[in-house]
T-cell receptor
């Protein structure tokens, strides 16, 4: 079974802090994704990566950056946290760009910015 | 623009059948996924459709009509553990996934 592990289930930070969310997958997947999930809005893609050191902006990249130095690890960075970034953050991975490959999700990090 | 619509909430009775609809408008189409998400947990993959028709997997089936931009997830012999959110997601031409807001299903005795 694919295992996607996010470093924290719950996190509380202060406005202006730099925040790191970490994600590790154990199935040698090429693609990794970061989403945020808000009530009534569904999952929205922040950034994704299709290879080491490669990244592409998703639909809502403003205020975020990412890092993929190793294939198994994909980090989301909030450069200067703001209260509107309080949300559930979900990491996902998929095998490759073949259309029928599902994304596998981690359990999520519920981030609160005070 | 790209859009996926599904009902916000549904209720059903244990043992019954429920159909959750999803309509979509996207730039290109490379498949439609259904995920189940229990409260506080990760979404888990249920089904994938890329051709028109019905895909059956145990108590769950998923249907696709590409010409109508329409899919449904059919859950039979409902159990209490089926109470969850069901997410419809479409892969358009660029191979990212676009998610609907999800349908929260409550199964009651």
């Amino acid at each position: 079974d694919v295992k996607v592990t996010q470093s924290s289930r719950y996190l509380v930070k202060r406005t202006g802090e730099k925040v790191f969310l970490e994600c590790v997958q154990d199935m040698d997947h090429e693609n990794m994704f970061w989403y945020r999930q808000d009530p009534g809005l569904g999952l929205r893609l922040i950034y994704f990566s299709y290879d080491v050191k490669m990244k592409e902006k998703g639909d809502i990249p403003e205020g975020y950056s990412v890092s993929r130095e190793k294939k198994e690890r994909f980090s989301l960075i909030l450069e200067s946290a703001s209260t509107n970034q309080t949300s559930m953050y979900l990491c996902a991975s998929s095998q490759d760009s073949l259309s029928n490959q599902p994304q596998h999700f981690g359990d999520g990090t519920r981030l609160s910015i005070l | 623009g790209q859009n996926i619509d599904q009902p916000t909430e549904m209720t059903a009775t244990e043992g019954a059948i429920v159909q959750i609809n999803c309509t979509y408008q996207t730039s290109g189409f490379n498949g439609l996924f259904w995920y189940q998400q229990h409260a506080g947990e990760a979404p888990t993959f249920l089904s994938y459709n890329v051709l028109d028709g019905l895909e059956e997997k145990g108590r769950f089936s998923s249907f696709l009509s590409r010409s109508k931009g329409y899919s449904y997830l059919l859950l039979k012999e409902l159990q209490m553990k089926d109470s969850a959110s069901y997410l419809c997601a479409v892969r358009p031409a660029n191979n990212k996934l676009i998610f609907g807001a999800g349908t929260r299903l409550a199964v009651h005795p």
